[in-house]
């Protein structure tokens, strides 16, 4: 449950607008991971 949370801090500090678009690109791909490992976790597809 930490790590989701910091996870979420993580989100929030990092959507700042100095970041650029290959950067926000790669953020995506590594939420989308972060969500698949979870929903393994969990066992829902929530």
Not at 13 to 18: F, H, L, M, N, R
Not at 19 to 26: F, G, I, K, V, Y
């Amino acid at each position: 449950m930490m790590m989701l949370i910091a996870a979420a801090i993580y989100g929030q500090w990092s959507a700042t607008p100095a970041r650029n678009a290959s950067a926000h690109a790669l953020d995506a791909a590594a939420w989308r991971m972060i969500g698949g490992v979870v929903n393994r976790l969990v066992g829902t597809d929530a």
